[in-house]
């Protein structure tokens, strides 16, 4: 990964991790939805036995390396001790990601154990906040849905040059909430948009062992 990719990345995962904070209030029914699933736009498929999970990754996106990823946890933490809203524990625990160099598009896989998934709505209003502000911004919601296995509590953001998604998938079988952010270029949306859903509606279980490291 060149400097732009790796400054893109981390300034990506920066912002994701800012609007990772946590409180409790009521809660609806969520609904069902299914994710339209074509493999012909993702790639072999990625197995997480430590948290019993398996997905695959978009086809033709670059993975960010190991090094790569702890190097960005690593001043994503640094800038975010300045703001006293988060420790290391509270914060996602980043596992994979992926870049589209043609669109600066970004799909990132972290571990959220300390999500709330019992009650998540004060969690999403907070994420809103949070992510309702700018001259670029158009549009933010969250909802809560069931796909299936799991329940989702995502948000939606829209702004002139960007689609964000965040997807938390949760289910009493796993050890930990798994987050799901994609990062989408205003113009590559349309063509990705059925990527990001492909990949969203991949994941599955895989319980072959059921504790943290």
Same mark, same amino acid.
């Given at each position: 990964?060149?400097?732009?990719?790796?400054?893109?990345?981390?300034?990506?995962?920066?912002?994701?991790?800012?609007?990772?904070?946590?409180?409790?209030?009521?809660?609806?029914?969520?609904?069902?939805?299914?994710?339209?699933?074509?493999?012909?736009?993702?790639?072999?498929?990625?197995?997480?036995?430590?948290?019993?999970?398996?997905?695959?990754?978009?086809?033709?996106?670059?993975?960010?390396?190991?090094?790569?990823?702890?190097?960005?946890?690593?001043?994503?933490?640094?800038?975010?001790?300045?703001?006293?809203?988060?420790?290391?524990?509270?914060?996602?625990?980043?596992?994979?990601?992926?870049?589209?160099?043609?669109?600066?598009? *970004?799909?990132? /896989?972290?571990?959220? @154990?300390?999500?709330?998934?019992? &009650?998540?709505?004060? %969690?999403?209003?907070? $994420?809103? =906040?949070?992510?309702?502000?700018?001259?670029?911004?158009?549009?933010?919601?969250?909802?809560?849905?069931?796909?299936?296995?799991?329940?989702?509590?995502?948000?939606?953001?829209?702004?002139?040059?960007?689609?964000?998604?965040?997807? *938390?998938?949760? /289910?009493?079988?796993? @050890?930990?909430?798994?987050?799901? &952010?994609?990062?989408? %270029?205003?113009?590559? $949306?349309? =063509?990705?948009?059925?990527?990001?859903?492909?990949?969203?509606?991949?994941?599955?279980?895989?319980?072959?062992?059921?504790?943290?490291?």
């Amino acid at each position: 990964m060149n400097n732009r990719g790796f400054l893109l990345f981390a300034t990506a995962l920066l912002i994701v991790w800012s609007s990772c904070q946590q409180k409790r209030s009521g809660n609806t029914g969520p609904e069902t939805v299914r994710f339209a699933v074509d493999p012909a736009l993702l790639e072999a498929r990625i197995v997480d036995t430590t948290l019993g999970f398996e997905f695959s990754p978009p086809k033709g996106w670059e993975k960010v390396s190991a090094q790569s990823l702890k190097q960005a946890e690593g001043a994503a933490l640094v800038r975010l001790a300045d703001t006293a809203q988060h420790t290391k524990s509270t914060v996602p625990r980043l596992l994979y990601a992926w870049t589209h160099a043609a669109s600066g598009s *970004i799909v990132m /896989v972290s571990a959220v @154990p300390h999500f709330d998934t019992q &009650d998540s709505s004060s %969690s999403l209003q907070e $994420y809103l =906040q949070l992510h309702r502000s700018g001259p670029d911004l158009e549009d933010a919601r969250a909802s809560v849905f069931y796909d299936g296995t799991f329940k989702v509590h995502q948000l939606l953001v829209t702004r002139r040059g960007s689609v964000s998604f965040k997807m *938390i998938f949760s /289910v009493g079988r796993m @050890p930990s909430p798994v987050q799901f &952010d994609f990062i989408i %270029s205003r113009d590559a $949306y349309p =063509q990705l948009v059925k990527t990001i859903e492909s990949v969203a509606g991949s994941f599955e279980l895989h319980l072959t062992n059921t504790s943290i490291n």
